[in-house]
């Protein structure tokens, strides 16, 4: 089987990596050798081990009928939609890591494959290398899942993780990531909570079998989060996490993304540094966790690879999925329900006009005081709280 | 599709549960309808809503050609064996929980089910409800699996984690697990660890593709942990849990059932009460975890009824499992390596003329010390310890 990977960056060379490194279990378990016969990418790569299978123009890909299956691992929606659709249509199976792409064109391409009898795979667009796409289509097939909620982006995680253990600001953490090459130059995706809104977007998709649009997902990144709130974080026995959590309600979902604070005993209180964990509750099954390096080229490339490796064995089989393009409307994320940390500089007394009895979380930062909510409608609070002044809120998980 | 269950107790009867609370899903989800027809058991079920459906005799299963699919959950490796391999010969597809089936015959079962262009297929015999024998088939086959560590029985994992929590000795705990219907009026299985012991055969055979014999597989139960192991532990910041660990090493595996003494960062070190963890270290993905409900009547029926819905779906499509009948040979657990707890009451002089410097554990247990060894073969720690008094040994993990 000759393969093409699209995308010569991280993700795709580690590709290239795994399929040398395990070669000899790799051709046992897809009953045949998989070869990379061409390797896209805009730049040249002299001294590169694969600098004599780069090509500049997709065509030629599309144009080989050696070619069976194509990795996708160019990142954003363009023009690796355009490459993608033409791929598949010319009968090319695709494996993608790009949840840009999956979030926004997935069901489509899903359909094409189908289509042509073939697949489009993309275990590893959320996740990174730990399975939770295939088990959520495969796996948990006797359930209804009533909610994932999930620790999705590795570099916030990093960031956060830093903040709680060395008491380090948000500036400081974020300079010290993109150093280490964990954030971009412009990390708006990750600290905005827009890679997140995605992958969630993903699931929900995948969970309800219907387009779950991330433009309809409520979006809070990490940029407010404070020294001071992990000196309460502290104090309460908690940590603060990103969480991108969906939740069935009433025949629909509601989604939201945006840091937490978890009690310890939740199951991803633990989930630290660049890891990612996935939470899932399904009605039959209870609780489940999947956990594991949630971005970082092997462990991606090796999700991309385990989907050419189920590919190549199903060369004209559909294993089917179903996300049909008809679209779901989320619940508006004002109706749902959650208890909210708050810190105030407003006295006790106009804490509990508004809020009544609440608990109180104090000597933790000079001329403030912190308290904990009630559960309340998402509405409520936001109408509550601006009769006080609000420093910062974070919602308990 | 018209299926039928051999077995109505815990599992069996959780199986129709499933299937009749998800019913609308499951029907989707296969593609068409999943009905029971009959319900294999040599008791009677007046009252029962499935009461009409009871048969005694498999044969009437075996020569109904409208039953495509059968369920196999009485236990035991016979007559299990017997009935689940004449379903095969007669083309219909089978999904058992029992690890004691699959352990002992599944290499057979697997090929039968191959020969004849169906599925045998066993995801709820390992782990209860958590997705953990689809994605080591599935998920994982870009990589080399270097380790699976599981906590694989709830029982067992149930006792300690209340020994720990409430200082309770081994036989009060037992009798409250006996009292809640969690351990069985024979605790032998899961106390001795001959039930995780089967669970790891299982997982190294798939990991290596070859017959692992679980008679092979060096096995420590837990009866012979005390309140007094679990101060030391308390004082070492340690859990105790049984361990079901496969390791590959120079071309074959290691593997080893018994109780280890984990450090609060291991992955597993918080995989509390009935839960089971399942962690995996592959050469690419780096380490991952699979955390959930690992027994219980509704997790288990859930994975059960996931693979009914794939087999379904694949009617005559085998998936293909790799696991020869031909046997490894594993290595001997005396040359594998491990740090061992100690508990001692022969002075300091005579614990460091055999085991040179150590790091002590005192002030825990009055007339005794503890202490921790460098890493070392089983073989030189079993020769060593026989020089001084040993009260108990825990290896550390």
């Known amino acids: 089987m000759k393969i093409a990977i699209m995308g010569y960056g991280t993700i795709g060379s580690g590709v290239a990596e795994v ?52 990795v996708e691992a160019m990142g954003g929606v363009e023009p690796a939609y355009t490459f993608v659709k033409e791929m598949l249509l010319a009968g090319k199976q695709v494996a993608t890591s790009n949840k840009n792409l999956v979030a926004e064109k997935g069901a489509e391409l899903i359909a094409i494959a189908r289509e042509k009898n073939i697949n489009f795979m993309f275990g590893a667009s959320v996740g990174g290398g730990i399975p939770i796409i295939r088990p959520l289509n495969k796996c948990l097939t006797a359930d209804e899942i009533e909610e994932i909620t999930g620790i999705l982006n590795g570099t916030t995680n990093y960031m956060l993780t830093r903040m709680a253990n060395e008491g380090i600001s948000f500036d400081d953490v974020l300079k010290d990531a993109q150093a280490k090459g964990y954030a971009e130059a412009d990390p708006t995706a990750d600290v905005e909570g827009f890679d997140p809104c995605r992958k969630i977007a993903i699931l929900t998709s995948l969970v309800c079998g219907k387009q779950v649009d991330y433009t309809d997902v409520y979006t809070e990144g990490i940029t407010k989060i404070s020294t001071e709130d992990f000196e309460y974080a502290r104090k309460m026995e908690r940590s603060i996490k990103l969480l991108a959590s969906s939740k069935s309600e009433n025949g629909s979902y509601s989604c939201m993304v945006a840091p937490f604070m978890l009690d310890k005993t939740h199951p991803l209180c633990n989930v630290n540094d660049v890891f990612n964990g996935v939470f899932v509750h399904g009605n039959m099954l209870g609780d489940a966790m999947f956990y594991g390096s949630g971005a970082g080229k092997l462990p991606t490339a090796s999700a991309v690879v385990a989907d050419v490796v189920d590919m190549v064995k199903h060369s004209h089989v559909n294993i089917f999925i179903e996300w049909e393009p008809e679209k779901v409307q989320l619940i508006d994320y004002r109706e749902s329900v959650n208890k909210f940390f708050v810190r105030t500089t407003s006295p006790k007394a106009d804490v509990e006009a508004v809020f009544g009895q609440v608990e109180y979380v104090e000597d933790v930062v000079a001329e403030e005081i912190g308290f904990v909510t009630d559960a309340m409608l998402e509405s409520e609070f936001a109408d509550k709280s601006e009769k006080i002044v609000v420093i910062n809120r974070i919602r308990l998980g």
Chains 1, 2 share one sequence.
Do not use: S
């Open 19 to 70: 399929l040398e490194v395990n070669k000899d279990l790799i051709t046992e378990r897809a009953g045949e050798p998989v070869e990379v016969k061409y390797i896209l990418d805009l730049r040249e790569f002299p001294g590169d081990p694969n600098e004599d299978k780069i090509v500049h123009d997709y065509k030629i890909i599309v144009e080989d009928n050696e070619v069976g299956v194509v």
